[in-house]
């Protein structure tokens, strides 16, 4: 019977170790988990100012092009070009953006979620990979 409580008092120790060892070992997860939300949040927002800033270039191309008067073939062409060229980086804009607003909204759900029951296993499947969308486009 002490032989038993020997072994009853060894396991409550290990037992009170693990659990400290993973309250530890959760806090640190719940650290990298948001300073990886923050860097995708930082990535995504650079990817958003790249896009701007590669319309606003197209933008100021066709202007010049169409101030220059000339109405040659190949100006209009090139014209017609660039104002395609700037359509598709308006959508991966479009889509950056929907990206961001669903991280933000995610971001939202998840602090909802800690606050509400800090025990609950958050879900993971709602983080966009901030290179999923680099097969287009200025990314490539």
């Given at each position: 019977?002490?032989?038993?409580?020997?072994?009853?008092?060894?396991?409550?120790?290990?037992?009170?170790?693990?659990?400290?060892?993973?309250?530890?070992?959760?806090?640190?997860?719940?650290?990298?988990r948001a300073e990886r939300r923050k860097h995708l949040e930082e990535v995504l927002e650079m990817k958003q100012e790249a896009l701007l800033a590669a319309i606003s270039e197209k933008d100021a191309n066709i202007a010049l092009l169409e101030l220059s008067s000339s109405k040659k073939k190949k100006t209009q062409e090139e014209v017609a070009s660039l104002k395609r060229e700037k359509d598709s980086l308006v959508q991966q804009l479009k889509q950056q953006t929907q990206n961001r607003m669903k991280l933000m909204a995610d971001n939202y759900e998840d602090e909802h979620l800690k606050v509400s029951s800090p025990n609950a296993e958050l879900p993971n499947n709602h983080k966009p990979s901030p290179d999923q969308d680099d097969e287009e486009g200025i990314w490539a």
């Open positions: 019977m002490e032989r038993v409580k020997q072994e009853l008092d060894v396991m409550k120790a290990r037992l009170s170790s693990t659990q400290l060892s993973l309250a530890e070992k959760e806090g640190h997860l719940t650290a990298l």
